[in-house]
């Protein structure tokens, strides 16, 4: 058994529920007013786009978990540590987009601390390199 990432995808199953109730409670409390026009539609299909896509990275934990604890029971499998290593190098992609975006765009570092989910990201990549280590 590989420990590591039984523990990457146990994290990935905690992290699931909170990213699922976490996009809901914001986008169910965001007048669809406050998203701009877009070329297909008007404020209430850009927040269903972008809410899509929020979903589309509860997927995307979903499927990793599933992913990582297959592997922590059978890690005797042809191809383990490159396709965890390609799952870890996204989850740290997912990291550095979501702590460092903000810093430029916004031009503050306030963001880090508001929002702290590129640390369990970070914490879910660095986790699954240590079980292709």
């Known amino acids: ?5 039984l523990i990457a ?4 199953l905690m992290l699931l529920p909170i990213h699922i109730w976490g996009g809901e409670y914001v986008f169910n409390r ?14 209430k299909i850009a927040k269903q786009e972008i809410r899509f896509a929020w979903h589309g990275v509860s997927v995307t934990f979903l499927v990793s978990a ?9 890690p005797n ?3 383990i540590e490159l396709t965890a290593f390609c799952i870890a190098l996204y ?5 550095v ?7 430029f765009t916004l031009r503050t570092y306030k963001t880090l601390l508001i ?3 590129w640390v369990a990201c970070l914490l879910v990549g660095l986790v699954i390199l240590g079980g292709v280590a």
């Not at 965001?30 to 404020?43: L, V, W």
């Open 30 to 43: 965001m007048p669809a007013e406050t998203f701009p026009k877009i070329p297909n539609g008007d404020g």
């Open 91 to 95: 989850f740290i992609g997912f990291a």
């Open 77 to 79: 499998l042809s191809g």
């Open 115 to 117: 929002s702290p989910q």
């Open 97 to 103: 987009v979501i702590a460092l975006l903000p810093a």
């Open 66 to 74: 599933g992913i990582l604890l297959f592997f922590a029971f059978n």
């Open 1 to 5: 058994m590989n420990i590591w990432f």
């Open 9 to 12: 995808g146990i994290l990935c």
